[in-house]
């Protein structure tokens, strides 16, 4: 349930707070301490990208087109690379 409030707020404040257009490294850096909070991290960011490709009914389409294209343009593909980093490092694991 908190994952799902940091994704939401941090849709909501994507264009209002430049720290939270930074959460991808953050996450990635929560994912380093251990194997826990690589799983918790990994939930967030999952979490993160639904909450972004969600269409709000309520609220403006333009609004959340641009929220949208813009996480697009500048998360997913680090997202892309914290996802086949993390991958590695399981796969690593169990080797």
Do not use: C
């Not at 813009?70 to 980093?85: G, P, T, Y």
Request: proline content about 1%; aromatic content about 8%.
């Amino acid at each position: 349930m908190v994952i799902m409030l940091l994704a939401k707020v941090t849709k909501m404040s994507w264009f209002d707070s430049t720290e939270l257009q930074d959460i991808v490294p953050q996450l990635q850096k929560l994912g380093n301490m251990s194997q826990a909070h690589s799983l918790v991290s990994m939930y967030a960011i999952n979490d993160l990208v639904l909450e972004m490709s969600y269409v709000a009914k309520m609220k403006n389409l333009t609004i959340n087109r641009r929220t949208s294209i813009n996480f697009r343009d500048n998360a997913l593909f680090d997202i892309f690379k914290v996802a086949q980093q993390e991958t590695n490092n399981q796969f690593n694991q169990l080797s």
